[in-house]
Nanobody
Framework: QVQLVESGGGLVQAGGSLRLSCVSF????????MAWFRQAPGKEREFVAALDRNSGTTVAAEIVKGRFTIERDNAKNTLYLQMNMLKPEDTAVYYC???????????????????WGQGTQVTVAS
């Protein structure tokens, strides 16, 4: 079992930056593939970015490529999402997620992640 706690959300002007954090409590953080998802009001939860537990390989949604960076610090049991050049359409609740199943690919599907944080609100004003 693992507990995930996000922080770092807030209100920012378009073009600004935020850095989200997700601290893991419980089993060894380095045993998990990690990801960020987001959900805007009235919309389904969508994939943002994911990070492999071993190789450091990352994948990101096309709509955030070049603007968002996912990173992890295993020594601090923490996952990060650096968000630059924010747009109003990035407004959403952001969730971190984890799974520990063996896999040869980084999943973009929320159904394949077993553990979720409570979410942190990001609001981008135009």
């Amino acid at each position: 079992q693992v507990q995930l706690v996000e922080s770092g959300g807030g209100l920012v002007q378009a073009g600004g930056s935020l850095r989200l954090s997700c601290v893991s409590f419980g089993r060894t953080f380095s045993s998990y593939d990690m990801a960020w998802f987001r959900q805007a009001p009235g919309k389904e939860r969508e994939f943002v970015a994911a990070l492999d537990r071993n190789s450091g390989t990352t994948v990101a949604a096309e709509i955030v490529k070049g603007r968002f960076t996912i990173e992890r610090d295993n020594a601090k049991n923490t996952l990060y999402l650096q968000m630059n050049m924010l747009k109003p359409e990035d407004t959403a609740v952001y969730y971190c997620a984890a799974h520990s199943r063996s896999s040869w690919y980084l999943s973009r599907s929320s159904a394949e992640y077993d553990y979720w944080g409570q979410g942190t609100q990001v609001t981008v004003a135009s």
